[in-house]
């Protein structure tokens, strides 16, 4: 299907079949090392030119530095990091018992506060005889009759939402095809659109916005012009990260079209990690109305003021430390959430890479499920805490940025190192997680061996091709945009809704963009799990996955060198 599609086409798709095809024709076979002598291209940086060029690179002595080997751990695997482990559950142990304490010992009266008043003769709050008003739970929101006041406006955007999202999937599964099978085609054929479709809704705005009585009114035309130059300017950034990066789009699009072949052969991720996302929510439940019902621990005091005594709500001096214990365990739980699907994705990415030809491991998803709760759950618990910890940190950082009387060298230069210890310790922590997937090890050897691995090799641990978050990034926006103008054009010609049709294309085109998100989110993490294998195999000498070598190996060594894509063989690796 594949073959015939693409000669009908003409073009020249980067098809993972054809690159495989094209390998296994030219290159040695799929079970001995490439021993070819390496041609270089003018324009690329081979490991013999580093080297030559670079003479302060000292390649590690084998003699004198030895190596355990890596590969994929498939039996059974030792516990690590176990003390993190039992640090998160004490957090949401603590966390929920403390929780269950505090709905239990509220105080019903916190709801009346209102009814209360100053008793002089008792020198306290009683609750006033004549209040009789009907009181209701305050965590409960009220829901104000006006939101239905336009009942076509919640009926259109409720039945919009509903059809996109069951659109969505569909189109998530056309888009994940295309890029396996046209990856090329769609990443050059998309590129316009990043700068044609943003340039078009800046136009359509601006000249909507000035015949429109209640926009003119609202914002006048200095504003408007300046709005406008504001967002092409963005436009031009955007442009020009296109150009600079323009040597890069072809590799990038092979990139994504391993990625996508890789995911296509794991189909079932598509559908676990939405789950791990569901369980998080159900696990969050509870911890939301613990949190609410904490605040109704306290008691009625009164107060003085100029006008008298009055009565008012005093919490319990633990709520506080209470509300920020619940939401310490609740930041760490989405870090351990995200790593964890991240550690899923790996381990069976993974598996499949370091599988042989036409044979598919049975039960890889179970096996990397019950890695990452088991033996390895104390690993993810740790680098759980650390992202957490990241995230804490840049929110001092940029709270303290917004506080008055803060501003000076000196805050600038805790910005600065705090920002650059944050960097690096996301650059470490970038690769550790596949690694630890992969291998089993625990976080700290894991990411000391990550290092090592990719430096050894010559393979940037910085660099993976950043471009194709991008490019991916981009294409979700165009299919987004185009979906939300569909919208809106339907919405103009069988409704009544005016402006507010507007609102509901938004909606859509958000929603869309999240389910694709996923996607996109998905391919990144497939593209970090090769990559890791790619270096795998390089260290040892051995092709696990013919196709993915053939891409892969004309990765540039860093940043400023330029990905050279003619016919070249990897390099011997001793």
């Not at 790996?346 to 990397?368: D, L, N």
């Not at 996607?519 to 790619?534: A, K, M, Q």
């Not at 092709?543 to 050279?564: C, F, G, M, T």
Request: proline residues 5%.
């Amino acid at each position: 299907m594949d073959g015939g599609e693409s000669s009908g086409d003409g073009g020249k798709p980067s098809t993972i079949d054809e690159l495989s095809s094209r390998s296994s024709s030219s290159g040695p076979p799929l079970t001995q090392p490439l021993l070819f002598k390496p041609s270089p291209s003018p324009d690329f940086a081979s490991i013999e030119e580093y080297t030559a060029t670079h003479p302060s690179f000292v390649p590690p002595e084998e003699d004198s530095v030895q190596y355990p080997p890596i590969s994929f751990q498939e039996g059974p695997r030792p516990f690590r990091d176990l003390s993190f482990l039992i640090l998160f559950l004490l957090f949401s142990v603590a966390t929920i018992a403390l929780g269950i304490c505090a709905v239990a010992l509220r105080n019903p009266n916190f709801s009346r506060v209102s009814s209360f008043s100053f008793d002089s003769n008792s020198s306290s709050c009683v609750l006033s005889g004549s209040s009789s008003s009907e009181v209701s739970s305050p965590w409960i929101p009220r829901l104000d009759s006006s939101l239905y006041s336009s009942s076509s406006l919640v009926k259109d955007l409720v039945w919009t939402l509903v059809i996109t999202f069951i659109l969505s999937i569909p189109i998530l599964f056309l888009l994940l095809w295309i890029l396996k099978h046209y990856a090329k085609q769609i990443v050059y054929g998309s590129l316009p659109f990043f700068v044609l479709i943003p340039t078009f809704l800046n136009v359509y705005w601006f000249v909507a916005c000035t015949l429109g009585s209640t926009c003119k009114e609202f914002l006048p035309l200095a504003s408007r012009i300046l709005v406008l130059v504001f967002i092409f300017l963005l436009i031009g950034v955007v442009v020009w990260i296109i150009v600079a990066n323009w040597h890069r789009i072809e590799l990038t699009s092979r990139i994504v079209g391993v990625a996508a072949h890789a995911l296509s052969n794991n189909l079932e991720l598509l559908a676990v990690l939405p789950s791990l996302s569901l369980g998080l929510v159900i696990y969050y439940v509870p911890l939301v109305i613990f949190l609410v019902f904490a605040r109704q621990n306290g008691k009625i005091v009164a107060r003085s003021s100029s006008e008298g005594y009055y009565c008012t709500w005093k919490q319990h001096s633990w709520v506080p430390a209470y509300f920020t214990l619940g939401i310490l365990t609740m930041l760490w739980s989405l870090t351990v959430m995200v790593e964890t699907q991240v550690y899923v994705v790996s381990g069976t990415v993974a598996q499949w890479y370091f599988s042989r030809e036409g044979k598919r491991p049975r039960r890889i998803i179970r096996s990397s499920l019950r890695n990452a709760f088991g033996p390895s759950s104390g690993t993810v618990c740790f680098s759980g805490l650390i992202m957490s910890g990241i995230r804490v940190v840049r929110a001092i950082v940029d709270s303290a940025n917004l506080e008055d009387g803060t501003r000076g060298i000196v805050n600038v230069m805790l910005k600065c190192c705090a920002n650059l210890l944050l960097s690096a310790i996301h650059f470490v922590n970038k690769f550790t997680i596949n690694f630890a997937a992969i291998t089993g090890e625990g976080y700290c050897s894991s990411a000391r061996m990550a290092y090592e691995l990719l430096k050894r090799n010559l393979l940037s641990a910085v660099f993976v091709e950043t471009v194709s978050t991008r490019i991916l990034v981009g294409i979700n926006f165009v299919l987004s945009a185009v979906y939300a103008i569909l919208v809106w054009v339907i919405l103009r010609s069988v409704s009544s809704l005016g402006m507010a049709s507007y609102l509901v294309a938004a909606s859509s085109w958000l929603l869309l963009m999240a389910v694709l998100g996923f996607l996109v989110h998905v391919l990144d993490e497939v593209i970090d799990t090769v990559y890791v294998c790619f270096a795998i195999d390089r260290d040892k000498g051995e092709v696990s996955k013919q196709e993915v070598h053939a891409v892969y190996v004309l990765l540039p060594i860093s940043r400023n060198d330029r990905p050279s894509l003619a016919a070249r063989t990897p390099p011997l690796l001793a």
